[in-house]
């Protein structure tokens, strides 16, 4: 199917835990990025992507890794799971200006993070 | 201060109503006005988007931009259930090497009641 899906939709892990969150795009798309939503808080940026192999620190790194190896995917890793990591986790993906497209991120249904 | 600020309610309005969304910024350099709608446990999904000043309709939306104030709008007409959601406004600049940058503001939660 096309479009962007992340795995899993629900997860509990137990703090200190390494937990990964998988995201694949099917549009070839160049930039791929993962929020964090928080009430009171909106979606914070945690990283971002402009091409495989090349990631970039968004507002609330700390705790969190990525990678991209190849551009349909693009992992987040909480190395060592605290409570404070909680969260809905989104990805989102985007062509860029010169792809045409309409000017905004198309998003995943996200992932539900408990960290207990 | 916030490059967005948006007031996140809770809005509660009966079906048929007019509603109101809004958001003010402070970057001169935001491009791009967009709406973005998110249900209760999905992701968001762009509802319209706006480049200029003025109004842009789609049936019973129409989001309004005014630059000179710095403030934008979504409007929806003759509310149903169906649009209790959180709507949230975000802004784009443009970034350098056909990228651009996303700010969002931090969604308003709307409930249409029957």
């Known amino acids: 199917d096309a479009g962007i899906t992340q795995s899993p939709r629900y997860k509990i892990t137990e703090t200190g835990r390494q937990v990964t969150l998988m995201c694949h795009q099917t549009w070839s798309h160049s930039y791929m990025f993962w929020y964090r939503q928080d009430l009171g808080h909106g979606l914070r940026l945690i990283y971002y992507s402009a091409a495989a192999d090349i990631t970039d620190k968004g507002e609330v790194p700390d705790g969190y890794v990525v990678s991209r190896s190849k551009t349909e995917n693009f992992p987040l890793t909480l190395e060592s799971a605290t409570r404070s990591q909680t969260s809905v986790y989104f990805c989102?993906?985007?062509?860029?200006?010169?792809?045409?497209?309409?000017?905004?991120?198309?998003f995943g249904s996200g992932t539900r993070l408990t960290v207990v | 201060q916030k490059e967005v600020e948006q007031d996140p309610g809770p809005l509660s309005v009966p079906e048929g109503a007019i509603v109101s969304l809004n958001c003010t910024y402070s970057?001169?350099?935001?491009?791009?006005f967009m709406w973005y709608r998110q249900y209760s446990r999905k992701g968001p999904e762009l509802l319209m988007y706006?480049?200029?000043?003025g109004n842009k309709e789609d049936g019973r939306f129409t989001a309004q931009v005014d630059k000179s104030s710095k403030y934008i709008s979504l409007f929806i007409r003759d509310s149903q259930p169906s649009d209790s959601a959180t709507y949230l406004c975000?802004?784009?600049?443009?970034?350098?090497?056909?990228?651009?940058?996303?700010?969002f503001g931090k969604g308003t939660k709307l409930s249409v009641i029957p």
């Open positions: 970057n001169s350099a935001f491009q791009y």
């Open positions: 975000a802004m784009r600049t443009y970034s350098g090497a056909g990228s651009y940058q996303l700010t």
């Open positions: 989102a993906s985007s062509g860029g200006v010169l792809t045409g497209a309409p000017p905004g991120y198309t």
């Open positions: 706006t480049y200029s000043s």
